[in-house]
């Protein structure tokens, strides 16, 4: 619900802007919804669902945002993948999200993602998020736990 209302208010504010969505519809009431909503809000043109997609970096490839409209993650993995791939990330500002993403890029109103999305900046978090959760890093914190646990149980 809350990408439609943000897709909405960004054709609103400039018909340029298109929103991509990977994946199909799990949900049939979702599917229901988006189906009577997206004629509703005017954005016949203006978004495309692409189902079910195989190769998710190259999806990314031409893409500028990441809108992530989730209200909760436990990580929010597309989040990385975009941010690796150089889209910006527009993140809903979702219980613990301040603890994985950059607080810049976190918005709670859809004026305030309408905002991030129309001065986002492609390629600007590809190394923070490499850096940030690079397999070396987070290969050493697991190992650094598995080292602790093991140490306890002895």
Known sequence: MLLLQIAHRLR???RRFTVHVAGP???LRT???VRQMVPLLSLGDGIT???QVSDMPRWYADK???LSTSMYESFGMNIGEAMASGAYPVVHAF???DQLWPPECLFASMDEAVSLIRSARHGLYRDWV???YSLERQTGAVMRLLTGLIALSA
Request: a negative charge; aromatic letters at 14%.
């Open 95 to 97: 219980p613990g999200a």
């Open 64 to 66: 500028g945002v990441l």
């Open 12 to 14: 609103q504010a400039d």
């Open 31 to 33: 599917a229901r919804y």
């Open 130 to 132: 490499a850096e940030r």
């Open 25 to 27: 519809f799990t949900d």
């Open 49 to 51: 669902f692409d189902g």
